[in-house]
């Protein structure tokens, strides 16, 4: 079983407004990551500043919100609480965040095409980064993260698989990002 996680607790300070609930092409980011995710299963949606409406987005949606009450910490926290949630049996999992546009069902499909038990992450940038597949012989150094850091310490390492992602350095942070 390979669920995904989405990273959703941010207060997007920079773009002023809650960038989960941004429109790009006729749909929030939000349930763009959602629709990304559907190959995996479960898909968790770790929510934490405005976790109300981030539930009405999400209402009737096949995923299942974990709220996230200590969000202000930072990235950490929520892919603890994310992890915290899985359901037994994972062998690998998916983490995704909701400011990659480019992001779509196909590079999912590519990222678990590629998993063969060693982390998988797409390459962008000259870095390795997220939506990355990380084993569950991680979960432990995931629980371990602390502040506003995710799980890139995770992605080093000869073992990490590649997947070109050249898109994966557009994001939104910006009103101009879209």
Known sequence: MIPAIILAAG???????????????????????????????????????????????????????????????????????GVAALPEGWEAVLFLVCDQPAVDAALVGRLLAAWSGAPVACAYGGVLGIPALLPARCRDQLLGLRGDQGARSLLRGPEVVAVPFPQGSWDVDLPGDL
Request: aromatic share 2%; with cysteine; net charge positive.
């Open 11 to 81: 207060a997007s300070r920079r773009l002023g407004e809650p960038k989960q609930l941004v429109r790009h092409q006729g749909e929030t980011l939000l349930r763009r990551a959602v629709a990304a995710a559907g190959a995996c299963a479960p898909v968790l949606v770790v929510t934490g500043c405005r976790a109300e409406a981030m539930a009405a987005e999400l209402a009737g949606l096949a995923v299942q919100v974990v709220v996230n009450p200590g969000w202000e910490e930072g990235m950490a926290s929520s892919i603890r609480a």
